[in-house]
């Protein structure tokens, strides 16, 4: 996984779970849960409970798009 990934699945705007190579999936709500590091070689995810989980880039092996949902008019 590589910052690059990363940064266009936050700039799409759309939720999101990373999976770690330990077999864990964190969900990424909104891009306002998660920034890098100063160096960018981690993640700072915010959770919804607003505890704050350390992602390392090199344990990161995949990216899943959650379904739109769409609002009813």
Known sequence: ????NVRAAIESHQPFDIQMAD?????VPHPDFVSFTRKRTALL???EDERIQVLPLLTMTGI???PQTVAAE
Request: hydrophobic share 35%; no cysteine.
């Open 1 to 4: 996984m590589t910052i690059e």
């Open 23 to 27: 077999g864990k999936a964190y969900h």
């Open 45 to 47: 995810l915010v959770g």
């Open 64 to 66: 899943t798009y959650s």
